[in-house]
């Protein structure tokens, strides 16, 4: 029976007389130390109605030394009120079997009303630096118990972890769903100022104890969501070419990875210096220009230059030239390879060089220029499909996780000798196919007679929850600047080539 100051302990803590008794809680005198007695707060472990184990709480503030022992040593190990993993209701999959980290945790849930509550019989600990990940079912240390009733455990279909909320808690929580199953496994959140169980019963009362239990959540598994739970990302956001008849096929887009190509000499290139200079100029953005084919200084500036004044350099006053300076040196960042190294400058350092200008700078477009002058290392015994396509979709992670617009510029291999003209598809990116599969928007450039002032724009891939469209608009030079084609001269092109 209990005695009166261990009543008084109890009830502090909201456990009831009456459910103390149900749970054969218990005082007994024992000796501690060189004859020293006090009397401790047990509980009684049983198996199969057989009692194998008593594990006892000191209450005495001036002994808190001696917290917890074992009495009656050397046997199995066993859950407090292992009965529980044998009820139908918690086999059924109607209840889950809550494990908590010490007794009364277990019993301030069944004093709330839930009996389906078991304790371990050991505390939780800190990780050691040689913890390792993995471990062996026939030598695991403090978790026998967990593989002497597999067979018992397989059956239950959830379990809820009502572990301590500290550091010891938490390692606990990851060691016991490395053995129980991620997918079985869920787990808890205290209210503000508790740390387990007992302290939500004494806190907040037994309701507050259910509500913890009840909307315990499933242990995250990577990549799998229900429905309440799906990641929302952020609404895709589109950015004006500057050019009216492309915009409606072809707009940047923020998160999405687009992919541009054409045959050499076809003037892509052009193209692309009118997107910078329409970013960084009329509308004011930070872009990153990753420059591996065109040397950025002298060249690719004067370019750019060009492309903002957007009118033929006999023309340009000094306003024109000020303009075109303020603009790039304001919003213009460029990635270039070291001249004087010998080091590679791959993959990975693009994206950390990105990374960097968009935390720093605001960067929100980023473009690669082209994707077949950079180092491209694979490791050991990939072949180069799969290094394609793991560059791809770590590129597309980039542009979600930072929300950018990242364009790479991919040159195609050279058409079969008299092959009848046609614009480049992503499928003739040298390589690999997965330039077609994974993009999010792809597009080619190209000129079908060389002589002539006028260049198609194809949209050949836009997937369908993308802003653009397949379809195709035209270009023209006139005063040193690319300008749309008229409606006219639009309506003409988009016969020819359907």
Sequence with gaps: MLSKEHEAFLKARGISAETAQRCELHS????????????????????????????????????????????????????????????????SGENPLVITEGVLDAVAAIEAGYPYAVSLPFGATLPRKDDQDGFDPDNDGKFTLLWELQDQL???????????????????????????????????SYPDGCKDLNDVLEQRGGRAVLRVIHEAKQHPIKGLYDYDHI???????????????????????????????????????????????????????????????????????????????????????????????LAMKKNLKFIVAEQDSDDAFTLDDLLEAARVSVVRDGAEIIILDPWNDMDHPRHPNETLTEYVSRAIRTTKRF?????????????????PFNAKPRPASLYDISDSAH?????????????????KNVAEFHCIKSRNWMPGRRGVCGFKFED???????????EGLKGEVE
């Design 28 to 91: 007994q005198e024992i000796t501690i130390s060189e004859g020293r007695k006090t009397v401790a707060l047990l509980a009684k472990f049983f198996r199969n109605n057989e009692l194998v184990a008593e594990q006892g709480r000191i209450t005495d503030p001036q002994l808190m030394e001696y917290q917890r022992f074992s009495w009656i040593p050397k046997q199995p190990q066993v859950f407090w009120n292992e009965e529980a993993i044998t009820d139908p209701n918690v086999l």
């Design 154 to 188: 397989k059956k239950i279909k959830r379990f809820v972890l009502a572990v301590d909320g500290d550091e010891a808690g938490k390692n606990l929580y990851r060691q016991l769903v490395e053995r129980l199953g991620a997918e079985r496994c869920r787990f808890v």
């Design 231 to 325: 990641p929302e990302y952020p609404e895709l956001e589109k950015l004006s070419t500057g050019f009216k008849h492309l915009d409606p096929l072809f707009p940047l887009v923020k998160g999405a990875l687009t992919v541009l190509t054409g045959w050499p000499n076809h003037g892509k290139t052009s193209l692309l210096e009118a997107l910078v200079a329409h970013q960084i100029g009329e509308q004011d953005r930070v872009l990153t220009l990753a420059s591996f084919e065109t040397p950025a200084k002298p060249q690719l500036i004067r370019q750019i230059a060009k492309a903002i004044i957007r009118k033929n350099k006999s023309k340009w006053t000094a306003e024109d030239k000020q303009r075109a300076h």
């Design 399 to 415: 542009a979600r996780q930072y929300n950018v617009a990242f364009i790479i510029v991919a040159h195609p291999s050279k058409p």
């Design 435 to 451: 330039w077609q599969n994974k993009a999010d928007l792809g597009g080619s450039y190209y000129r079908p007679n060389l002589r």
């Design 480 to 490: 040193g600047a690319l300008i749309d084609l008229s409606e006219t001269e639009l």
